[in-house]
């Protein structure tokens, strides 16, 4: 074959080759899980959505669809006490937020399981380090690995729960204290989190339990407190969506989106609301 012949040929198939990659499906940026009841997730295949401080680690997302629960876990196969987690309330700005070393999300409908058969791990299952309460809706759940105090196994996997409560995010731990918040987090994980939360699936407004205004004036407040009350109120047929009930009772949390199409979360009083 002339020189010639050998370049229009070559040139034929670079042409082909870009025509089959332009016409190949993209992948997806993220892989979707299944859902469990409220709590959905994903992870995350495209590199390019990864930044500080995950960088070269495998990163999962997992979110309650009906409040701003949400946590990120970073981590390296096979490396789980290396993992990091960042738990928070995705629809605050300002509320508390959480940093855990060594963190591993589980599905909530796996404690069951767990209780008595522990949680997989490199050498076999590790035992809950206490049993489990029943898990919440819109509850996230992730475990972590501590010292058993000298017991066998050596190790147990330590259960906390984050969801919102009485207004702002909570973690908490089955018979442990709670974790303090991270006063440095927000700013660490912001380049991350903005990058991932547009993938997050809430639940639309049908989807979430309705009700629909009684009072002829019903005051809105920041948390399930009269001493915490805003000048925003809603009036007598206005519809809402009920995201919670306060754990003390007489309160509601309610979101109502306004004729300008802006979102409010805020507290209510359970009276005021239709029967």
């Not at 390296?76 to 060594?102: K, T, W």
Request: charged share 15%; hydrophobic share 40%.
């Amino acid at each position: 074959m002339s020189p010639a012949c050998r370049s229009a040929l070559l040139l034929a198939l670079l042409a082909f080759a870009a025509a089959t990659a332009a016409k190949a499906p993209a992948t997806p940026p993220v892989s979707p899980f299944d859902c469990t009841g409220d709590v959905c997730g994903f992870n995350v295949t495209a590199d390019t959505l990864v930044s500080a401080p995950c960088e070269g680690r495998a990163v999962l997302v997992a979110y309650s669809r009906s409040s701003g629960a949400t946590l990120v876990q970073c981590s390296i196969p096979a490396r789980g006490e290396d993992n990091l987690v960042y738990a928070f309330d995705r629809s605050s700005s300002h509320g508390p937020v959480y940093e855990l070393e060594g963190g591993r999300y589980v599905n909530p409908s796996s404690l069951p399981a767990a209780a008595t058969d522990g949680i997989p791990d490199r050498f076999g299952p590790v035992p809950l380090c206490s049993a489990p309460g029943a898990a919440q809706a819109g509850e996230l759940t992730l475990v972590v690995k501590e010292p058993s105090g000298g017991g066998d196994p050596p190790y147990c996997y330590r259960l906390y729960r984050g969801a919102i409560a009485s207004g702002a995010f909570a973690l908490t731990a089955d018979g442990a204290s709670a974790p303090a918040p991270s006063g440095s987090g927000r700013a660490r994980w912001n380049k991350l989190v903005a990058a991932l939360l547009p993938y997050v699936v809430p639940a639309t407004a049908s989807e979430r339990p309705a009700a629909i205004v009684g009072a002829a004036k019903a005051r809105l407040y920041t948390r399930p407190d009269t001493q915490a009350s805003t000048k925003m109120y809603l009036i007598q047929g206005d519809a809402v969506s009920l995201l919670e009930a306060a754990p003390c009772g007489g309160w509601s949390r309610i979101r109502y989106v306004t004729q300008a199409g802006n979102t409010l979360d805020r507290w209510i009083q359970s009276a005021d609301l239709a029967k």
